[in-house]
């Protein structure tokens, strides 16, 4: 069953109802998705991502898959926490689209009170580094973005309530952090939007927004206003993802 988006109390929000995208609409959008730079399609692309700040960008989400060996956060994490850590591994990229249930509350069945989505996306799926330096090199370097957003259920609708979205192109760096008192000021465009009915449920989604650069709540930092759009597929977060 489809979850209709309620835009109660969000200035410019359109409502807009989340109908499940048939096959053949699947088929397309999953081959638009997986256009790489070389024009061969990627069947690891989930999502993509695009944006203006310092040109037109864009980006890749790609399937969330575990390597081997771990990488140096991971194995911190197991020396720290030992036998709760067990099952984390390193993943083969960190861009990667997932969502979760932050707070475990339910609805009725095992719906999710609340959807926190993130995602990263990148132009290839650069191997995640395996020691924290190397990761912070390759943060400063790689042309990125990345979006959280989350969605509470209130009065029998997924509400947004936050959305936050930082971008790195040509080394120059943007981000604009929107949540609670902040939200009814932006709009943000959704649409194709299906929302998991369990814990295991893809989060179908398809978002756009003009946003203004901004830090902490309430402090805009400049006027500069960057379109983006994300799109895709969120997959439910593994048990292997150290998060």
């Known amino acids: 069953m489809a979850i209709c988006v309620s835009c109660e109390g969000l200035t410019g929000l ?3 109802a989340a109908k499940p995208i048939r096959f053949r609409h699947a088929a397309t959008l999953v081959c638009l998705l997986a256009l790489s730079a070389c024009g061969e399609p990627d069947t690891n692309v989930v999502a993509r991502a695009s944006h203006d700040f310092k040109g037109n960008f864009e980006l890749f989400s790609y399937r969330a898959k575990p390597l081997k060996e771990l990488g140096q956060a991971e194995a911190m994490a197991k020396k720290t926490f ?4 067990a099952k984390i591994k390193s993943p083969a990229t960190i861009f990667m689209c997932l969502w979760r249930n932050p707070g475990h509350r339910k609805l009725d069945g095992d719906r999710p009170a609340e959807i926190f989505l993130s995602c990263s996306f990148a132009p290839t799926p650069v191997e995640t580094p395996r020691s924290l330096p190397e990761m912070a090199g390759m943060y400063n370097t790689v042309d990125r973005a990345n979006l959280k957003a989350m969605w509470e259920f209130k ?3 997924y509400r947004l309530s936050r959305f ?5 192109a040509d080394r120059k760096s943007y981000r604009s952090k929107n949540q609670a008192a902040d939200m009814p ?3 943000v465009l959704q649409s194709e939007m299906t929302f998991p009915q369990n814990a295991g449920d893809p989060f179908q989604f398809n978002l756009q927004s003009q946003l203004p650069s901004r830090g902490n709540s309430g402090d805009t930092q400049d006027d500069l206003i960057v379109s983006v759009s994300f799109s895709g597929m969120a997959e439910a977060i593994p048990d292997w993802v150290n998060y």
């Open 14 to 16: 359109q409502s807009v």
């Open 82 to 85: 030992g036998q709760l850590a």
């Open 164 to 168: 936050d979205v930082e971008i790195q």
């Open 155 to 157: 009065n029998g609708n």
């Open 185 to 187: 000021q932006i709009e």
